[in-house]
């Protein structure tokens, strides 16, 4: 646009203090164990969730699934399921948590335990998925690098290739093995 003297007038701008988009829950991982300790001996079960800014990690605790368990296995009771369908309904116990925790807000489920921790998104620089066969055992294995830490878990509830797929959907392309 030009003013009355020829001269270029600017377009009027939008409001460039406008806020970020709120925080919300992208995906979940469940079932993650995170190595702590000497030899790992410190090892605790987490559900990863995966938000549009950070990753969180949410205890899970023997009591969250005490509750769960109780209430899949009373389900699959009040449906005429025997001893081996209530065992079977109890099982799917680590991703009913983590249906739990994608339908909560993120400030919440750090709330939930003291131990909760969150990593930005912005600070991840590579991670690292495979899978490690040994002679009778196999297992799951994540490691997240970040520009201060690195975190080494193992992946109990989900494949590798569902956990890769998983950080994919959520945008997470960076530096994924």
Same mark, same amino acid.
Request: aromatic fraction near 6%; glycine fraction near 8%; proline fraction near 5%.
């Given at each position: #646009? ?10 009027? #701008?939008?409001?460039? #203090? ?27 079960? $987490? ?47 680590? $991703? ?7 339908? #909560? ?7 939930? $335990? ?64």
């Amino acid at each position: #646009m030009l003013d009355g003297r020829g001269r270029s007038q600017g377009v009027p #701008m939008s409001n460039p #203090m406008s806020t970020p988009p709120a925080e919300y829950v992208q995906a979940t991982i469940p079932g993650a164990t995170v190595k702590a300790g000497p030899l790992g001996l410190n090892a605790r079960l $987490h559900t990863i969730v995966i938000t549009n800014y950070r990753l969180l990690f949410v205890r899970s605790t023997t009591a969250d699934f005490r509750r769960i368990a109780a209430e899949l296995k009373q389900q699959a009771r009040d449906a005429g399921k025997g001893r081996i369908g209530q065992w079977g309904a109890q099982q799917r116990a680590q $991703h009913v948590l983590a249906q739990e925790c994608a339908a #909560m807000a993120p400030a919440d489920l750090l709330a939930k $335990h003291p131990k909760n921790f969150a990593i930005d998104r912005a600070t991840v620089t590579k991670l690292k998925l495979k899978r490690v066969e040994n002679y009778e055992t196999s297992e799951n294995r994540l490691s997240i690098k970040t520009t201060g830490k690195n975190y080494k878990l193992l992946l109990n509830g989900i494949s590798v290739a569902d956990a890769r797929q998983t950080f994919l959907n959520a945008g997470l392309k960076q530096g994924l093995l």
